[in-house]
Each structure stands twice: as structure tokens, then as C-alpha cells.
């Protein structure tokens, strides 16, 4: 799975580009300066590796899913969930892009996300925030941290599980119970561009 | 003559010239990507899809009106798609113009050899429709004419690409001795350095023989990494000699150094010279036009002999 085809993922439900600063763009290349070229034409320069780029991402965005709410007896009824989450990712890729590339975004990052789950139905508190450290590689990531309800001063801790813009999570609040629930991620990435 | 009043957008609005945009489309978008598909193929498909689509394009777009007699405008829309096409693939600046407008494309004069998809295309365009033939509707033309237009601004591939900083010989690159003409071009430029070729071509009986180089970087003088061996002259033939040197090129392209001299100590036919190649450190637009990778830009505007490198790394010849 390439870097443009996360993006196109990632992407794909804006509609719309990834929208970037370059840094820095302009920047030397790896070269063997032991070894002659293989072929040589006169005047031409020989092969540069692309050394690749590193990012700094800030996406901000909503979500929205549904699964399942466990209270602390262990009944299980349906739930719902719907938030907004802002991530700061700083990531890399192997080949630097083109600036004509309609979608680009790091082959690998780390970074962390801070969110607030807004409507959580069937939860006693009204609204849930949470922060987590994640990583992704390719099209696979993975998030987990910890939440607060602040109506009822609970927390827990939350794991995420993503794939392109599908999520799986996982949360759970001390004494009032856990919540499984899958959705989709709609974020606005923006990223800042350094060639390496 | 052939009395057909069909609109020329009939013409693209048929399985057959929209078969050939698709072919132009999957061509530009994945075969000429994919390391399976071979080049000679990849490198012809869109041209020949596109000289036989494009003329009825141009008389539907000129809105040249369907008429009785379609030979002329056919074959005049023919001639000037295949005049265009062959000043962009011969001319050097008029494919640099239109490179830098549409994107890159390649200055190969053997792409011309798709010139006869022209001649399907006039034969396509005054074919005598069948008895009761319907031209097709006015929306299936409109889309036609759309997705046509869309596949031919959409050819391009990437422009803005990374340009990478290289050092480029600006004065003391050619020199002249006895035996031999010498001709210093830098064919390494990047973080690790730098590596210079020395193409030696022969004038008469002599030997030629880098003896010591160094690469002085701002106030920094760097020695060469690697021996270039000598050659024995024979008049006509010609030899390279490459001269690596290992330095930080990073951290003097973040310093801002700009200025370099090359410097090579050289026995040739009998005499020992210093020669001094002045070098800058720049970026080369031209590598915008240079795919898929930038570094071999020169390469597509320099029209030059392409020789293999066996004497760079060969053994000393010994002097005759």
C-alpha cells in the first residue's frame, strides 16, 4: 500500500486535496561518489536517490459511529457515538512527492490525537474527551490513551484501531461501563513539508 | 466525395475513438508506470491513440459544422495535429514551450513513426455512415466531447517534481593538449559529494593521466576518493575518467556555498597541466522536464553520444 493510496483513504471522503506548505523543497539527493556511473552521456547527470520527506500533520475532523454500550451490570444495549478530533502526526515517506500529486500524506507517522466524543448515547454523561498517542504505518494505525467524563469526573482508558478512515474503539469508564463502537473518520489534513 | 452531414462529434461519440482516449488514459496513468509493460509500447500507445482521436477533437472544438464534403477539414485537421506533433517531438525549443504549458513531453524523434494513426483518422472521420445510421445523441456527443477533452489536458505526468541542487561546471570545463581534447562535466552532485567525468577523446599518439584532483568547497579543499585510471590516445576514440570526491553537500548547499573549483592535476601527451573547472552549486530547472526521475534532465537536451563506462573503473593503460 503506497503513501498516495492512504491519502486517497484518508482523502477520499472530503472530495477533496491535501493541502500542504512546503518547507523546505529544494534539497540535495543521495549520491555514490565512490562508484562511476553505469552509463555515461556527456553532459548528463547521473542518478539521484530521492532521500524522501518528512511531515508534520495537523488533521483536524469529525467522526461518527455506532456499536455497543456495556454498563457495569454487564446488560448491553446499542449505542452511538459522534465527535471531532484534531491530530498532530509528525510522519515520513520514502520518495518526495510531486506538487501536481492530487493526494500525498506520510507512508509512516506518530503523533497524537485529541478529541471530545460530543454525543455518546446511552452513556450517563452527556460528552467524553480523551487524548491518545497513535501510530500509523501504510493504511494500519493504532491509538490509545485516556478518557474523562467530566460530568460525572470518571475516566478510563480508550483504544482505536484504524483502517484508512474506518476506526474500531474501544472505551472504557470505571464504574460505568465499556463502549465498542466502529465509524468513520472525516478529517481535513493539512501538512508541512520538509525534503530530507 | 462522401455526403455526410453528421456532426463531427458523432465521430468521437462511438465505441472505436473513445476506445483509443481510454487506451490514451490507461496508458498515461498506469501502464507507463508499471515496471511490467514494456516501454516501447508504453512509450507509442498514447501518441498513436491521441493522433487519431485528436484531429476530430480539433474540428469539433473549431466547431466546423458536419458538411457534405468532409475530406478537406478532415485531412486539414490531420496535417496540422501531425505538423504540431512533429515540431514538438524534432524542435528543442518549441518542445520546451510546450512542455512547460502542457507538462513533459518527450523530444523522441522515433515517436513520429505513430504519424500514420493520422491516416486511420481521416479514414474514420469520411467513412460513409451505414444506411439509417442515427448520429448519436446530442447528450452522448456532449460527453463524448468532455471526456475527450478531459483524457487530452490530463496526459501529463507529474511537473512539479523535487529539484535537487547540483554542482554544474560554469567555466575551464573543455581543454585541448596534443593528443587529446578533454571535456570535464560533473556527473555527481548530492549529499555525499560530488563526481566529475572527464570524457579524453584522442587527436594523435599520447597518453592522458589524472594525476591528482581535489574538489575545494569554499575555504575546504577535498581530495578525490577514487583513481581514474590513464589511457593511451588513439586518435578518434574516446575514454572517460571518473574523479569522485567525498564531502558534505548538504551542509554546504544549508551554508549557502554556491561557488566551487574543481582541480586536476593532468599529464597529458607528454606535459603536466593544472586544470581548473570553475563549478556552481544551483538548481537546474530543466530537470523539470525530465521524467520520470529529475536527475538525467540533461540527457533529453543534450544531444550526444551514449557510450558504456568500462574504462572509467579499467586498469591503467600503460603509455605507449
Known amino acids: 500500500m503506497t503513501g498516495r493510496r492512504v491519502g486517497v483513504l484518508l482523502c477520499a471522503p472530503l472530495l477533496g486535496a491535501c493541502w500542504h506548505t512546503d518547507v523546505r523543497r529544494t534539497w540535495p539527493g543521495h549520491v555514490d561518489v565512490r562508484t562511476p556511473p553505469d552509463k555515461v552521456v556527456v553532459d548528463a547527470v547521473d542518478g539521484i536517490k530521492d532521500p524522501g520527506e518528512q511531515y508534520l500533520v495537523f488533521s483536524p475532523g469529525v467522526f461518527g459511529g455506532g456499536g455497543v454500550a456495556i454498563d457495569s451490570s454487564g446488560a448491553a444495549r446499542a449505542a452511538a457515538s459522534l465527535g471531532a478530533e484534531a491530530s498532530v502526526h509528525y510522519g515520513t515517506r520514502h520518495s518526495s512527492h510531486a506538487e501536481d500529486d492530487f493526494l500525498f500524506y506520510p507512508e509512516r507517522a506518530y503523533g497524537l490525537n485529541a478529541g471530545w466524543t460530543l454525543v455518546n448515547q446511552d452513556r450517563a454523561g452527556p460528552s467524553v474527551g480523551y487524548l491518545e498517542a497513535q501510530f500509523f504505518d501504510e493504511l494500519y494505525g493504532v491509538a490509545a490513551g485516556w478518557a474523562w467524563d467530566p460530568t460525572r469526573a470518571q475516566s478510563g482508558p480508550q483504544a482505536t484501531l484504524f483502517a484508512g478512515p474506518l476506526y474500531a474503539r474501544v472505551l472504557h469508564i470505571a464504574g460505568d461501563g465499556t463502549d465498542v463502537t466502529f465509524g468513520l473518520f472525516v478529517k481535513v489534513p493539512y501538512s508541512w513539508v520538509w525534503a530530507r | ?320
Request: aromatic content about 6%; glycine content about 8%; proline content about 9%.
Open chain 2, 1 to 320: 466525395m462522401v455526403d455526410d452531414r453528421r456532426p463531427w462529434a458523432a465521430d468521437l461519440a462511438h465505441p472505436v475513438p473513445l476506445a483509443a482516449v481510454a487506451a490514451l488514459v490507461l496508458n498515461d496513468h498506469v501502464l507507463k508506470h508499471a515496471a511490467w509493460a514494456p516501454r516501447l509500447l508504453s512509450g507509442k500507445l498514447s501518441d498513436a491513440a491521441g493522433l487519431f482521436f485528436f484531429p476530430i477533437l480539433l474540428l469539433t472544438l473549431a466547431s466546423v459544422g458536419g458538411s457534405a464534403r468532409r475530406a478537406l477539414p478532415a485531412v486539414a485537421s490531420a496535417v496540422a495535429t501531425g505538423t504540431a506533433f512533429a515540431a514538438v517531438k524534432l524542435s528543442p525549443p518549441v518542445n520546451a514551450w510546450v512542455s512547460h504549458a502542457w507538462g513533459p513531453i518527450a523530444l523522441d524523434p522515433t515517436d513520429l513513426a505513430t504519424l500514420p494513426a493520422l491516416a486511420l483518422s481521416v479514414m474514420w472521420m469520411t467513412r460513409r455512415q451505414l444506411a439509417g445510421a442515427t448520429p448519436a445523441p446530442r447528450w452522448l456527443r456532449a460527453a463524448a466531447v468532455l471526456f475527450t477533452a478531459a483524457a487530452s489536458l490530463a496526459t501529463t505526468q507529474a511537473r512539479q517534481v523535487r529539484l535537487y541542487p547540483m554542482w554544474t561546471v560554469v567555466d575551464g570545463g573543455d581543454a585541448r593538449f596534443a593528443c587529446a581534447d578533454l571535456h570535464t562535466w560533473v556527473v555527481k552532485s548530492g549529499k555525499e559529494g560530488a563526481g566529475v567525468m572527464v570524457r579524453i577523446t584522442g587527436r594523435g599518439a599520447g597518453s592522458v593521466a589524472i594525476e591528482d584532483a581535489r574538489f575545494e568547497v569554499g575555504p575546504a579543499s577535498h581530495p578525490a576518493v577514487t583513481r581514474a585510471p590513464g589511457f593511451a590516445m588513439v586518435p578518434g576514440v574516446a575514454s572517460d575518467a571518473y574523479v569522485g570526491f567525498a564531502f558534505d553537500g548538504e551542509d554546504a548547499w544549508q551554508r549557502g556555498t554556491r561557488d566551487g573549483l574543481v582541480v586536476m592535476r593532468v599529464a597529458a601527451c607528454g606535459e603536466e597541466t593544472e586544470l581548473r573547472v570553475r563549478v556552481a552549486y544551483r538548481v537546474d530547472r530543466r530537470q523539470l522536464v525530465s521524467p520520470p526521475s529529475p536527475p538525467s534532465s540533461t540527457a533529453l537536451l543534450v544531444a550526444a553520444p551514449e557510450v558504456a563506462a568500462p574504462d572509467a573503473g579499467a586498469p591503467p593503460a600503460e603509455p605507449p
